[in-house]
């Protein structure tokens, strides 16, 4: 097991963005997390990732308490995110985005530079790397997000919508680089709210709503699920 939460709350004021949420993540796998919007999803990545501090409750990774550790102190432990909504260094080249993670690992302009590359070969993107990121289209600053992560080495990915608004062609690219990705050794939480990408990436999905866990596991069970059809359809089933 590479990740824990115990009970994880997180309020907004009035709020209960998170309700004691819980759930162990295998090392190697891929889980995908589902939820109506609002459901608190980028509000649990926000979490586990440090971006902001709980209410309550534990977070473990790779057996050790993590509970409000920073995002950059993760990231030397081997945790890191992409944003669902893109943050690209916009003044800086494509390479020198990617060579920002890799210095998480390595002093010398030389030894990131290495490391960005093969973050940029990974995606797709090698070919743009000399290009300024504010030039890219929405596809390829998806795929720059994720290489700005991939490129800080990580062991868990946590991936916030990286299919959204992307051309249905790039979705077939965008699944193959998550799962090349996960092929190389990284466990990845994948956000998502194309179906037929997360049933076909994720072994286990689980479902968030209004702040709380309503279900989780095999893609094919969670479908099947009568409190994940409600919540989705906003309908009694029959
Ligand atoms: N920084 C914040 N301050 C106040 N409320 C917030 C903050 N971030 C999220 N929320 C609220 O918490 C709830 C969960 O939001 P969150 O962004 O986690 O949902 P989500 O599942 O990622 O939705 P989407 O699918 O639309 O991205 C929403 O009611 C949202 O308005
Ligand atoms: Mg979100």
Redesign the pocket.
Known sequence: MILRADAITKRFGGICALDKVSFEIEEGSIVGLIGPNGAG??TLFNCINGTLPIDDGRIYFCGEEITNKRSYELARLGMCRSY?IVKPFRSMTVLQNAMVGAFCRVKSRKSAQEIATEALETVGLYEKRDEKASNLNIGESKKLEIAKAFSTKPKLLLL??VMAGILPSEVKVMSKIVRDINESGVTIIL?EHIMEAIMSLSERIIVLNFGEKIAEGAASEVVRNSEVIKAYLGVEEE
Do not use: M, P, R, S
Request: without cysteine.
């Open positions: 999803k980028t669902q916030d919508e956000i």
